[in-house]
């Protein structure tokens, strides 16, 4: 069982940067994908980075050249660096672990508050 505990979520302004942690705790063998969903009021939940074990990277449009997903392993955590936050990056930000494979199956954070806001 894995269970992921996220931090590093608030209010900041626009323009601003934010850095978000997910944290891992017990057996992460087998999992082979990690990323950062959000989901704004009324919205559905959407992925927003995702990074492999073989280092390959994916971002959604909206926020490429402005967030990047990175890992450390030794600390089984996973990181979104947030720069140049607007007010549509509000969400509730979610991390998820994955093993994927002929099926899937995906591990999930509490979810941290980000609101973008003068």
């Known amino acids: 069982q894995v269970q992921l505990v996220e931090s590093g979520g608030g209010l900041v302004q626009p323009g601003g940067s934010l850095r978000l942690s997910c944290a891992a705790s017990g057996s992460i063998f087998g999992i082979n994908a990690m990323g950062w969903y959000r989901q704004a009021p009324g919205k559905q939940r959407e992925l927003v980075a995702g990074?492999?074990?073989?280092?390959?990277?994916d971002y959604a449009d909206s926020v490429k050249g402005r967030f990047t997903i990175s890992r450390d392993n030794a600390k089984k955590t996973v990181y979104l660096q947030m720069n140049s936050l607007k007010p549509e990056d509000t969400a509730v930000y979610y991390c998820?672990?994955?093993?994927?494979?002929?099926?899937?199956?995906?591990?999930w954070g509490q979810g941290t508050q980000v609101t973008v806001s003068s």
């Open positions: 998820n672990f994955a093993s994927v494979g002929n099926s899937r199956f995906d591990y």
């Open positions: 990074l492999t074990s073989a280092g390959r990277t």
